[in-house]
């Protein structure tokens, strides 16, 4: 997914966060006007006045039923809400007294809001918007009367003491929802920034496999070579017994590497076909762990398999295995920097997800080496890419690994959500 700025969160947000102000509106309109009417004894039109907030309230139910919707917020229908919403505000300020209402200035909390989630054109809309608004009540509005409280001479007149509560509103307004847009804008920095990290990695990883093709297509004519080649030797040094051991040995290898070729071929036409092995934890678990003690017979593998889990049947994915395999390897390398071949793997349960745990008795993760870039390695023999293909595979399926220093090495937990990979 190629990286592109941006300089605005979205319709969406904006129009969650309108919801919420919408809310607020309501409520403190309604205590404002029945304070007024009743406390202060102000002859305002008190039922015009409930009718324009109850046709508000009407309006954030149908916005809150639309919010749960799963189609997409337009630009154009947030701006339908802010419309809606200064209409509403324009419609109350006209009873009480227009653009001498100390509430005037609530039309600039809309703009203050779309200035931080919508596009330049959106913000312009909504700006005229309140404009066409505040002149329409500079000429035409209901007069508010405004009486001095003259048995205090050091009082604020009524005009004054709304704008000191306007002030607390609008500063209050402001500062906690343009706060809760700008960390949904932190919130989608950070993902763009995991996808283009994730990215890069899936990159390299590419490169890293498009060479390993490459080479296991070359290696298979001179492995095809030395195959056809060592039961000629065999049979010209029949009688040398030492080389004939040696020869033996060479055949092995030699077809050994033709089998892992074999099973790099079909692990790439299982994650084309992108059909799921089905096998239960158990079986899988031992087909892993017969696999590791072949390519590491000197590893001393204890294995932990609850019983709560081991009857689970899995849609294997192809990358699953090697994810696992890796990290095993990994261990074992990791335990021989201490002279051990100690290698632990507990397979658990945590609620929904699968735990496949693999712990080591080795020196640990470096913790200044958290940032190391795909292919580095403080194995001196190590290519660096165990980790990072097994970060792949759980990214892949929903899950996630994590890594951490235990008390006698290092633990490295593979978690994936049994919704995604168990049969259902």
Known sequence: MPHRS?????????????????????????????????????????????????????????????LRQPWPVHEWETIGHIATDTLVLGYLLYFTGGASNPFITLLLVPIALSAAALSARAILAVAALA??????????NVPLPMPMHEDSPNRFSLHVAGMGVNFVISAVLLGFFISRLARVLRLQQLEVQRVRERALRDEGILAIATQAAGAAH?????????????????????????????????????????????????????????????????????????????????????LTLDDDIAQTVL????????????????????SAVRHSHAVALRISRDNGWLQLSVCDRGPGFDVH??????????????LGIGLALAEATAERLNGELIARNAEHGAEVCLRLPLAVIAEK
């Open 6 to 66: 941006t300089t605005y969160i979205g319709p969406f947000a904006l129009a969650r966060t309108l919801a919420w102000l919408r809310l607020c509106a309501i409520a403190g309109q309604s205590v404002a006007v029945l304070v007024c009417a009743w406390w202060m004894q102000l002859q305002i039109p008190l039922l015009p006045l409930l009718v324009g907030i109850g046709l508000l309230a009407v309006f954030s139910v149908f916005a809150a039923w639309r």
């Open 131 to 140: 404009g066409v608004a505040y002149v329409i009540l500079l000429y035409w």
């Open 218 to 302: 070359e290696l298979n004519t001179p492995l095809s070579t030395m195959r056809t080649l060592l039961p000629e030797l065999r049979r010209e040094h029949a009688g040398d017994t030492s080389l004939a051991e040696d020869l033996e040995l060479l055949a092995g290898q030699v077809d050994r590497c033709r089998t892992i070729l074999r099973e790099m071929v079909a692990f790439g036409k299982a994650q084309l076909s992108q059909e799921p092995e089905r096998l239960s934890v158990a079986s899988f678990i031992h087909g892993c762990q017969e696999r590791f003690q072949l390519l590491r017979p000197e590893a001393e593998l204890s």
């Open 315 to 334: 849609r294997t994915p192809p990358g699953l295995r090697h994810a696992l395999l890796n990290l095993l390897n990994n261990a074992a390398d990791a």
């Open 369 to 382: 080496d958290a940032s190391a870039p795909l292919g580095y390695s403080q194995k001196q023999t190590g």
